[in-house]
């Protein structure tokens, strides 16, 4: 995606460096199951088909985890915003919101991790009232205040 004339990147928001570690707790969690598994059907004549089509799962997901964690990012310009969601390696969906179109921005932080390791939800309301979630935000609140300073400065 290109940028338009006389438009300049002011900040890019990436996932919490957290995901990285649910990314490779999970991947380990699914190693260990498939371990369990493995010795649990010791005479089980159909084992490696067994372990294979896990082994096929866990990468699967895994890849899913990693492209949907790690490869979406949100771009903020002097004119607009940029949700960069990654559907695939190789497909992404851009959604932009012009900051006239912004209503609300809100922060959230659900549960004990993201109080604990301070990353929430940032959610972004449009004039249309349609709403845009971006997931995993590093300090959210903070980032919510950063957003609204840069856009009253913008307007």
């Known amino acids: 995606m290109k940028l338009k004339e ?3 990147i002011i900040k890019v928001l990436k996932p919490h460096p957290f995901t990285r570690i649910l990314l490779w707790g999970m991947m380990w969690l699914c190693i260990l199951i498939l ?14 088909l067994f372990l294979i089509g896990w082994l096929q799962i866990t990468i699967l997901i895994f890849y899913y985890l990693v492209v949907y964690f790690e490869l979406s990012v949100v771009i903020v310009t002097n004119i607009r ?3 960069v969601k990654s ?4 497909q992404h969906h851009y959604e932009d919101i012009d900051f006239l179109q912004i209503k609300t921005i809100k922060a959230e932080q659900k549960w004990l991790f993201p109080n604990f390791f301070w990353y929430g939800t940032l959610i ?7 709403k845009i979630s971006f997931p995993y935000v590093k300090n959210t609140l903070w ?3 950063e957003l609204i300073k840069i ?3 913008k307007l």
Not at 87 to 90: A, D, L, V
Not at 124 to 130: A, R, V
């Open 87 to 90: 559907i695939y390696i190789f």
């Open 35 to 48: 371990g369990g598994i493995y010795f649990l059907l010791w005479d089980f004549s159909y084992k490696i």
């Open 151 to 153: 856009i009253q400065e």
């Open 124 to 130: 972004i309301h449009t004039s249309s009232w349609e």
């Open 81 to 83: 915003m940029i949700y």
């Open 6 to 8: 006389n438009e300049k």
């Open 143 to 145: 980032e919510a205040k």
